[in-house]
């Protein structure tokens, strides 16, 4: 397997056993924890091929950090305080356990919310079609195709602010891109097409 697992608080003692038990079954496997000495001479430990990342959860660029650059596919989140120490330090213990938790989640699905943008900027409007290899002919296809993405979104945002007609669920943006080919596109591609078909009759 060649799936990317991000564990955090990969240091402490269910992270550890965590991260061994992916390594083991072939995964590629991010620790990330506190940079703190003992942590540090855990790092040395580690089973080969496991990387480790320095990050404060508690801090959102950080967190933002350590997602963009390891680009998992899973995170598997198990940094946290736990008793008795939450106990005597309960405020950090909150920012710890529930801020910081919240945090990760946000930047993680931010991420996906990217890369399905993407996905669908292929599907809708030929994102990944481009057959040259000149920069500026692949700049403007990009950005002609970004524009035909977001002109999709916000015609399909804009249907939205008014309820569908009874019996008809909302529509999507796929379905606007196909209402706008069957509508705009096609016709004009017929009528030009029979154009060139009389003219090469003449």
Do not use: C
């Given at each position: 397997?060649?799936d990317?697992v991000?564990?955090t608080?990969g240091?402490?003692?269910v992270?550890?056993a965590?991260?061994k038990?992916?390594?083991a ?8 924890d506190?940079?703190?000495?003992a942590?540090?001479?855990?790092a040395?430990?580690l089973?080969s091929g496991v990387e480790?990342?320095?990050a404060?959860l508690?801090?959102?660029?950080q967190?933002?950090r350590?997602?963009s650059?390891?680009?998992?596919d899973a995170?598997i989140?198990?940094?946290a305080?736990i008793?008795?120490?939450?106990y005597?330090i309960?405020?950090?213990a909150?920012r ?9 989640v946000?930047v993680a699905?931010?991420r996906?919310t990217?890369e399905e943008?993407?996905?669908t ?9 481009h057959q040259?290899r ?5 700049h403007?296809w990009?950005?002609l195709?970004m524009?035909?993405?977001?002109f999709l979104?916000?015609i399909?945002?804009t249907e939205?602010?008014q309820?569908?007609?009874?019996g ?5 943006v ?6 706008f ?8 591609q017929?009528g030009?097409?029979?154009?060139r078909?009389?003219?090469h009759r003449v």
């Amino acid at each position: 397997m060649a799936d990317t697992v991000l564990v955090t608080g990969g240091f402490g003692l269910v992270g550890t056993a965590t991260v061994k038990q992916l390594a083991a079954e072939g995964r590629r496997v991010i620790a990330a924890d506190l940079d703190t000495p003992a942590n540090r001479k855990a790092a040395k430990k580690l089973p080969s091929g496991v990387e480790f990342r320095w990050a404060d959860l508690t801090d959102t660029e950080q967190v933002q950090r350590l997602v963009s650059e390891t680009a998992p596919d899973a995170i598997i989140h198990l940094a946290a305080i736990i008793a008795p120490a939450i106990y005597r330090i309960p405020k950090v213990a909150r920012r710890v356990n529930v801020d910081a938790t919240a945090t990760l989640v946000r930047v993680a699905g931010r991420r996906w919310t990217v890369e399905e943008s993407f996905q669908t900027g292929k599907e809708l409007a030929g994102l990944d079609q481009h057959q040259l290899r000149r920069w500026t002919s692949w700049h403007r296809w990009t950005v002609l195709a970004m524009l035909a993405h977001a002109f999709l979104t916000v015609i399909t945002a804009t249907e939205r602010d008014q309820p569908p007609p009874a019996g008809l669920l909302p529509l999507t943006v796929n379905e606007v891109r196909r209402l706008f080919t069957a509508t705009i596109i096609k016709p004009a591609q017929v009528g030009r097409d029979r154009t060139r078909l009389s003219g090469h009759r003449v």
